[in-house]
């Protein structure tokens, strides 16, 4: 999220103002004897508040109603197999009536399908356990669509029950096929033993036939626990009013009291755990970013957009968490400091992987700039610059900025008598917009560096007002599908005033809007307290522009330089949300480019010359046609041989990923002068001062290597 560092002031008061006049009129307008329900209140409250204070407000008519509905849908029965054609068609009848029944406070849409979820569900349990009474035979030349956004509602009954026994047979087929590969990973290990002249654990082998039994019993054990956690009337209620935010943007987003704790925590980064947010999406726990400092972000093989099947407590036996809501996903997730756990993750490129976390708490201080040089054989010296969330002290206690810390970092790189400088904003999900404006200050005279637009129709032009230039010389900034908001308007200004370079993926992430978060029972009149709590909302009020005047959203910011990247065929960003604000422009600020800029034409040809010889860039590039080839393909096999084939071969081509990286050739990197002689004795810091520079280098970075090579080229 991107955060304005709002004050309490006139626009605020007139945010929760707007709030609190929507949920008095469902009160005033009941009278004593019809006091209103929660639902009506809350329903009521946040689609007529959002119709006025949300940036891009939506008039409650019947296209707002299909939104609403075609995204409850979409997420009611993401799998289609709960709801058959017929019971489509029931509910299709308040397709333009929700805007309607959202004035008048009334719900017969979720009325009707709760109901109808209730009483599919209820009769799925049954044939799931009907169907896996039988065992499975994996020889057949039988198929299955995974990608459910391509499947049907089933036309009967008889349709429904083909496609649960492909269903179960597909999920009984994936663990047959793991404890296959596990079996074969134990031979492995015993004939090294066995070479090492070394003691080896005996342990039986099962047949495919006793893999099967024990498959079906884990995927039953899986189902019995989804069919029993089936949401109460509150969660159902609360996940409408999810859908009705979504439907404004997909930032938009209603916490209900306990969601809204589990979000201050991730916030603060203060917890005992994995160190991940998460997100849910279509039934399954997704990662939506890696919190600096975490214990993720250490072990390093957990990456955002992986999405989480299953979770185990150390060796314990794995639970499967598709198809659970995130708040109930963290329960088995989080844990105590030490204490390891294994997620089964399904990784972009349609692979699955056990990932071992030893939970820890966050490191605060790996959260902040660090910075180290470059020691190329050329001789010449670059600065190396780390950038993870553009954190600052919202509440004023004294706490550290980022922009501070950068103008810090930068000072001492300079003083290293560094020729230039990378950048690194690489999965930086953005933060403070104050710092991002202050930082792009550090490298620019005064002068605009990014246009607030809010939804009142008012331009607000934040400048840079210190004409001082704390670093003049050659710049990259790195960037991926990551890097984001905050990240994003740094980014622009750099490459508007023609700085530097920006490169990396094709464009960043393209979230160019900024949100609020409002308690709701703060905005409510004292008449309605006996419903409370309601929990927090959070709306998009405004929207960043570049100084040229287009904005960020949607597009993102476009790389000066290009490299092929692991995550190039990915479809990721803000144009794949749902119901994304879509791009624009507004009128340009009055700026004047840097003086000294780049030869991009160039430093393009040269780069552009350097990846098509370099080995590690050629493989890369066909790994990314492959797996780009291949993201289409999501129909797949029920036959184990040849379903274990195409796994083996998408691991093949993970570790192949794995492998270029380390090709490359490792960068000589050292901690800064001034920061090993403020170090001292201090022991903790000099082992993270030390932890930084070691993983920059055994990274062996091939991103990093072209940046240093283009700042070469500058000199």
Same mark, same amino acid.
């Given at each position: 999220m991107l955060s304005p560092r709002l004050k309490v002031g006139s626009y605020a008061g007139l945010v929760a103002a707007v709030f609190g006049l929507a949920s008095y009129r469902f009160y005033e307008h009941s009278g004593p004897r019809s006091a209103p329900g929660k639902e009506q209140v809350l329903v009521g409250t946040i689609v007529q508040g959002l119709s006025q204070a949300h940036y891009q407000p939506e008039r409650i008519d019947d296209a707002f109603s299909k939104r609403v509905f075609d995204l409850s849908l979409k997420r009611l029965d993401y799998r289609k197999k709960f709801l058959l054609q017929s019971d489509v068609a029931q509910l299709m009848k308040y397709q333009t009536e929700i805007d309607?029944?959202?004035?008048?406070?009334?719900?017969?849409?979720? &009325? $009707? @399908?709760?109901?109808?979820?209730?009483?599919?569900?209820?009769?799925?349990?049954?044939?799931?356990? !009907? *169907?896996?009474?039988?065992? +499975?035979? +994996?020889?057949? &030349?039988?198929?299955?669509?995974?990608? +459910? !956004?391509?499947?049907?509602?089933?036309?009967?009954?008889? %349709?429904?029950?083909?496609?649960?026994?492909? $269903?179960?047979?597909? !999920?009984? $087929?994936?663990?047959?096929? !793991?404890?296959? %590969?596990?079996?074969?990973k134990r031979h492995d290990r015993a004939k090294v033993a066995s070479l090492a002249k070394e003691p080896a654990t005996a342990e039986p082998d099962r047949t495919p036939a006793q893999m099967e039994v024990e498959a079906r019993k884990r995927v039953l054990k899986f189902y019995d626990e989804q069919f029993a956690d089936q949401p109460d009337a509150n969660e159902m209620l609360t996940e409408y009013v999810k859908v009705i935010c979504n439907t404004y943007d997909p930032h938009t987003e209603y916490f209900p009291p306990r969601e809204k704790e589990e979000f201050d925590i991730q916030l603060t980064g203060r917890f005992e755990g994995i160190g991940a947010t998460l997100r849910e999406k279509e039934g399954l726990i997704y990662i939506e970013d890696i919190v600096p400092g975490s214990a993720s972000a250490r072990q390093g093989e957990l990456k955002k957009g992986d999405a989480i099947l299953r979770v185990a407590q150390g060796a314990a036996e794995p639970v499967s968490i598709e198809g659970w809501h995130t708040n109930k996903a963290v329960t088995l997730i989080r844990g105590k400091k030490g204490t390891e756990v294994r997620l089964t993750v399904k990784k972009a490129d349609g692979s699955t992987k056990v990932i071992s976390i030893f939970r820890d708490v966050v490191v605060v201080e790996d959260t902040y700039a660090q910075s180290a040089v470059i020691n190329d054989p050329s001789g010449i010296k670059i600065g190396y610059l780390h950038l993870p969330a553009f954190y600052a002290d919202f509440n004023d206690n004294g706490g550290r900025s980022s922009a501070a810390d950068v103008k810090k970092e930068l000072a001492k790189l300079t003083a290293e008598g560094v020729k230039g400088v990378v950048f690194d904003l690489r999965n930086n999900g953005g933060g403070s917009l104050n710092d991002a404006v202050e930082m792009a200050g550090l490298f620019m005279p005064s002068g605009p560096m990014v246009q607030v637009h809010d939804s009142r129709?008012?331009? /607000?032009?934040?400048? &840079?007002?210190?004409?001082? #230039?704390?670093?003049?010389?050659?710049?990259?900034?790195?960037? /991926?599908?990551?890097?984001?908001?905050? @990240?994003? *308007?740094?980014?622009?200004? *750099?490459?508007?005033?023609?700085?530097?370079?920006?490169?990396?993926?094709t464009s960043t992430y393209g979230k160019g809007t900024v949100q609020r978060i409002i308690d709701l029972d703060e905005t409510l009149p004292n008449e309605l307290a006996s419903l409370k709590p309601f929990g927090s909302l959070k709306f998009t009020m405004q929207k960043?522009?570049? #100084?040229?005047?287009? @904005?960020?959203?949607?597009?993102? =910011?476009?790389?000066?330089?290009?490299?092929? %990247?692991? +995550?190039?065929? =990915?479809?990721?960003?803000?144009?794949?949300? &749902?119901?994304?604000?879509?791009?624009?422009?507004?009128?340009?600020?009055?700026?004047r480019p840097w003086d000294d800029q780049p030869n991009y034409a160039k430093l393009q040809a040269n780069s552009k010359a350097r990846v098509a010889a370099n080995p590690a860039f050629q493989q890369m590039t066909e790994l990314v046609q492959s797996l780009r080839k291949r993201k289409n393909e999501t129909v797949v096999s029920l036959n184990l041989e040849k379903y274990r084939a195409m796994q083996h071969m998408l691991k093949a081509e993970s570790d192949k990923y794995e492998a270029i990286q380390k090709t490359a050739k490792p960068l000589a990197l050292t901690p800064l002068a001034a920061d090993r002689q403020a170090l001292g004795n201090d022991s903790v810091r000099i082992n993270r001062s030390m932890r930084f520079t070691r993983n920059l280098a055994l990274s062996k970075d091939i991103t990093l290597g072209e940046a240093v090579a283009v700042i070469k080229d500058e000199q």
């Open positions: 309607d029944e959202t004035k008048r406070g009334s719900h017969e849409f979720l &009325d $009707l @399908s709760t109901k109808l979820m209730a009483e599919r569900t209820k009769q799925m349990q049954a044939l799931a356990h !009907e *169907i896996l009474a039988q065992p +499975f035979t +994996f020889d057949a &030349d039988e198929s299955l669509q995974t990608d +459910f !956004e391509k499947a049907t509602f089933p036309t009967s009954p008889a %349709d429904q029950r083909e496609q649960w026994r492909k $269903l179960l047979k597909y !999920e009984t $087929l994936v663990r047959v096929a !793991e404890m296959m %590969d596990e079996q074969d129709g008012v331009t /607000n032009v934040l400048n &840079d007002k210190d004409p001082r #230039v704390q670093y003049s010389g050659p710049l990259v900034v790195l960037v /991926n599908k990551y890097s984001a908001s905050a @990240s994003e *308007i740094l980014a622009a200004a *750099i490459q508007d005033y023609k700085r530097g370079i920006i490169m990396g993926t960043f522009y570049r #100084v040229t005047g287009g @904005s960020t959203q949607f597009k993102g =910011v476009a790389s000066d330089i290009v490299l092929p %990247d692991i +995550f190039s065929y =990915v479809d990721q960003g803000e144009k794949e949300m &749902d119901y994304p604000l879509k791009w624009d422009e507004i009128k340009p600020a009055s700026y």
